[in-house]
């Protein structure tokens, strides 16, 4: 039986901690802004070391999906689902199940959706006890649109840096080649990119074989491959005081969230002339994409045309760091606060 628990968090409007015994989970809902429009945001799964590296991660990431939603024009606030658990030892429908229970106790004011480590499957079963869920029945599998969106992101960065847009030999290093980044490696191996893959899961490494040629490499040497574009496909944080001397890149872009460590970072990278672009503009093909069937008929089609604008606003965010001389994280944050405040899809 789930137990709820209301928390106090400064500068988010809702935060809420949901346990289960009987199941064995624990899960929290936060909900940073909703100025927009209901709070829109993946569920993840992980096993968490302890249930303040959960809180940390669901402020972390529903305030990021706050600043994507805004930047993607999206008439959605920014929420998320983290839970806790060991998908090896809890009963998987049951955990979901009672994570439809829990989302359905904000009566709509958060949306959920699959993320890290859960599924359209497991999303039937969160469906069974809350209609406040997406992916389910209509846009489907999101990491299609997000792997589609960071390429255009790419795609936005090479015209920009090198002034053309041929990625046609390329060196791109990706850092995680599961569903997202392992569909980024396939549409850059076929515009001609030579790609450096790294992975902590095998089998995810063994997939991307069957269909993509790549040099491998280990997991704490991808920072250091010598590459045009780095691409963080994997979990956050990974842009840090340690990792930025390391890089040999020109470009980094890719599809993880909360890719700086500190904010601080961002311009690190800046000083050293390495065009990034902000996490949350360049991946938000998966949510443009579920937002395309909230309140509406879910059209692939419509969804692929507006994920290929993420390349427009790329281009905007770098043009605007160029001309006023500030690091594109800073730029980004403005243009998302100026559409938060606004409040209505502009």
């Known amino acids: 039986m789930n137990r709820y628990t209301t928390l106090n968090s400064t500068d988010y409007e809702e935060v809420v901690r949901c346990d289960n015994e009987e199941v064995g989970f624990s899960a929290w809902i936060a909900v940073h802004n909703s100025n927009r429009g209901p709070a829109l945001g993946g569920c993840r799964v992980w096993n968490y070391i302890c249930d303040d590296d959960a809180l940390t991660d669901v402020l972390r990431l529903s305030k990021g999906m706050t600043y994507k939603n805004s930047l993607a024009r999206l008439s959605l606030g920014g929420g998320k689902c983290v839970v806790r658990a060991d998908l090896e030892k809890v009963d998987r429908g049951a955990m979901f199940e009672s994570v439809g229970q829990f989302v359905e106790t904000l009566h709509g004011r958060y949306i959920t959706a699959e993320d890290v480590n859960s599924t359209v499957e497991d999303m039937v079963a969160v469906k069974r006890h809350t209609k406040h869920v997406a992916t389910v029945g209509a846009s489907g599998n999101p990491s299609p649109f997000t792997a589609y969106g960071v390429y255009c992101a790419i795609r936005a960065c090479v015209q920009f840096k090198f002034g053309h847009d041929d990625l046609k030999g390329l060196r791109i290093a990706i ?92 311009d690190l990278l800046d000083a050293r002339d390495i065009l990034y672009v902000p996490d949350y503009a360049a991946n938000a093909g998966g949510v443009i994409n579920i937002s395309c069937e909230i309140g509406q008929t879910y059209d692939a089609g419509r969804a692929r045309q507006k994920t290929e604008m993420i390349g427009e606003t790329v281009t905007d965010i770098l043009r605007q760091s160029k001309s006023m001389k500030r690091p594109t994280h800073v730029i980004a944050d403005r243009m998302a606060e100026e559409l938060i405040m606004l409040g209505v899809a502009a």
């Not at 997202?180 to 030579?194: K, Y």
């Not at 893959?197 to 063994?206: C, E, F, G, M, V």
């Not at 979990?235 to 904010?263: D, K, W, Y």
């Open 175 to 266: 850092q995680g080649v599961g569903e997202t980044g392992g569909r980024l490696a396939r549409l850059l191996a076929n515009d001609g990119c030579t790609i450096f893959a790294t992975d902590i899961n095998q089998n995810n490494l063994s997939e991307l074989q069957k269909n993509v040629k790549f040099h491998a490499v280990e997991p704490e040497d991808i920072y250091g491959a010598a590459c045009d574009i780095f691409c963080p496909c994997a979990l956050g944080g990974i842009l840090n005081s340690f990792t930025i001397p390391r890089l040999h890149c020109s470009i980094v872009a890719g599809s993880a969230n909360n890719q700086l460590l500190e904010r601080a970072d961002g």
